[in-house]
DNA sequence: GACCTCT
DNA sequence: AGAGGTCAACGCGCG
DNA sequence: CGCGCG
């Protein structure tokens, strides 16, 4: 025999990429007991809704080698030792002042994908692509609760998505997997981070504007007060969400998943940011189908959008 | 989690 | 073969 | 500039 097999480890060959997983019994996930190997498993089955929404995207490995409440660390650069069929992108940052390179990865076929999975890693991608890297072709207003109640969550969507309908633009939504949602808008990659940024906390200065009791765009904890935080500032260069579809590092092992409105607007449905798990999203998917499925088709300018609410506020 | 060095 | 140490981010806005 | 924050 050449070569250990180790009980725990398995070679797999994915798109004819070579792929070595390790420690696939152990356990990240207490409670229901989740292994590396299923999280492994739900990659490589949700890989073909989830793959199109990451390509492209500069990718931040939220890493947890111990599993789910252990400790985690943040990864950017790509490491010496991923193989070299990973995607590499090389960036320029402007640190203040100072200027500085960095070798980044994508995710861009499903080997990669798995090869992140046994990374024990959350993916967070940016809001931009490679090929127009200052330019997000995302929005996105990131609504984070003081605490586990959801209903602040569901309303702020709401509004935000009226107010946004004003604006012309018709927003998507997620749950995170964790306490919030996040109203996803598709741009058309014609305005830069800056000017997205502003657009997007004037929006959510509107709504923190409509109800102070309950909203709020301060960022420092003491000034929130039990108020749900609306977050524009993931709307900047070198700065990442939650990917859709991935798998946080929580009991149960929510994933981030796109969501119908008509899910966010009808309580019968009990929709809450935990909801979907790698145990039922991918009968979520079956069943009702991708409710993303039109957003590559759409994008919306920031700029005639910001117009149309100008005329809006003035009459 | 992966890699390196030391025993 | 195994133990143990080391490494793994950055932009924004405020005071 | 350092710090809180995500
Ligand atoms: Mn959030
Ligand atoms: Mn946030």
Not at 74 to 94: H, T
Not at 242 to 257: E, Q, S, W
Request: a positive charge; proline letters at 6%; aromatic letters at 10%.
């Amino acid at each position: 025999m050449n070569g250990q097999r180790r009980a725990n480890t398995r070679r797999v060959r994915v798109g004819g990429r070579e792929i070595e997983l390790t420690n696939l019994e152990k356990v990240l996930f207490q409670e229901p007991g989740i292994t590396k190997g299923e999280l492994i498993g739900y990659y490589g089955r949700i890989a073909p809704v989830m793959l199109p929404l990451i390509k492209g995207r500069p990718l931040t490995l939220h890493r947890f080698p111990g599993g789910a409440g252990e400790a985690g660390f943040y990864q950017k650069k790509a490491a010496g030792y991923f193989p070299e069929w990973v995607n590499r992108v090389s960036i320029d940052l402007r640190m203040g002042r100072a200027e500085k390179r960095m070798v980044q990865i994508t995710c861009e076929n499903k080997a990669t994908l798995i090869y992140l999975a046994n990374l024990a890693c959350i993916p967070h991608v940016w809001l931009s692509r490679t090929d127009r890297i200052n330019y997000p072709d995302r929005m996105i207003f990131d609504l984070d609760p003081p605490d586990s109640g959801f209903e602040a969550v569901r309303y702020g969507a709401l509004i935000m998505r009226e107010i946004l309908m004003e604006a012309g633009i018709e927003p998507f939504v997620m749950t995170t997997g964790s306490r919030g949602l996040h109203v996803v808008v598709p741009l058309d990659r014609e305005t830069d981070f800056g000017e997205t940024r502003e657009f997007a906390a004037a929006i959510a200065g509107m709504i923190a504007g409509l109800a102070p009791d309950y909203f709020t765009v301060e960022i420092a904890k003491q000034k929130r007060a039990g108020r749900l935080f609306i977050d524009t500032y993931r709307n900047s260069f070198a700065q990442t969400a939650v990917a859709p579809y991935a798998v946080r590092a929580l009991a149960g092992a929510p994933v981030a998943a796109p969501v119908g409105w008509d899910e966010v607007k009808d309580k019968r449905q009990k929709l809450t940011p935990r909801k979907y798990t790698i145990r039922n999203i991918l009968e979520r998917l079956r069943q009702r189908g991708d409710p993303w499925e039109e957003m590559d088709r759409k994008s919306f300018s920031v700029r005639s959008a910001a117009a149309r609410l100008r005329s809006f506020s003035r009459t």
